[in-house]
């Protein structure tokens, strides 16, 4: 059974801080990888996909792959209370199917 | 608007009672899902459609739901028999098939479901 594992949180930092959000994953055959965001009522709202090894950065947003550690992390520069919300890490493979994590609480108090 | 929609947002029913839910994906958009959100979880994948085949369904899509895409456009979910476990938030999304960006999936507004 393909998993994704998230640390559920919540992870406080103080505005203006680099927040770091951690996800492991089981299955070595994964291909694509996603960032979510997530408010509290609402559905998921993608932030950013990665698909090779190394850091991808889009605005204060940069995501890091490792898949020989099979581990991938969203950093979020100069955080702002705007950006609290829950993250949800997905994984995917050749099924295309998306396997989401339960996802991480970020609280960004000022 | 040309993301995906999706309608009821919000349903309150009776348990025992039969529900549906459409969803409308990206007119683009050739791969349609179906997923289940309760509160704390992550989405959890209950079914998806290329085009009209559906092409996949979850253990957790018991026999009281069923998906259909007719023509592959628009889809519906149907819950049959609702119990207070049913009681969610359904969310659907789509994505365009083709390398390794198909498989990124948008997500619409989610239909909340409460079973009373």
């Known amino acids: 059974q393909k998993e994704v594992e998230q640390n559920s949180g919540p992870l406080s930092v103080p505005e203006g801080a680099i927040a770091s959000l951690n996800c492991t994953y089981s299955?070595?055959?994964?291909?694509?990888f996603f960032w979510y965001r997530q408010y509290s009522g609402k559905s998921p709202e993608l932030i950013m996909s990665i698909y090779s090894n190394g850091d991808k950065e889009d605005g204060r947003f940069t995501a890091q792959l490792n898949k020989a550690s099979q581990y991938v992390s969203l950093l979020i520069r100069d955080s702002q209370p705007s950006d609290s919300a829950t993250y949800l890490c997905a994984v995917s493979g050749g099924s295309y199917i998306p396997t989401f994590g339960r996802g991480t609480s970020l609280i960004v108090h000022p | 608007d040309t993301g995906v929609s999706q309608n009821p947002r919000h349903k309150i029913t009776k348990r025992g009672q039969n529900v549906t839910f459409r969803c409308d994906p990206i007119s683009e958009h050739n791969r349609l899902y179906w997923y289940r959100q309760t509160l704390g979880q992550g989405p959890e994948f209950l079914t998806y459609?290329?085009?009209?085949?559906?092409?996949?369904k979850s253990r957790l899509l018991s026999d009281r739901f069923s998906a259909e895409r007719p023509k592959g456009s628009f889809s519906t979910l149907e819950i049959q028999r609702t119990e207070q476990g049913d009681s969610a938030m359904y969310l659907c999304a789509s994505s365009q098939l083709g390398g390794l960006s198909g498989n990124t999936i948008y997500f619409g507004e989610g239909s909340w479901l409460t079973v009373v």
């Open positions: 299955d070595r055959g994964s291909q694509s």
């Open positions: 459609f290329q085009n009209e085949a559906q092409l996949e």
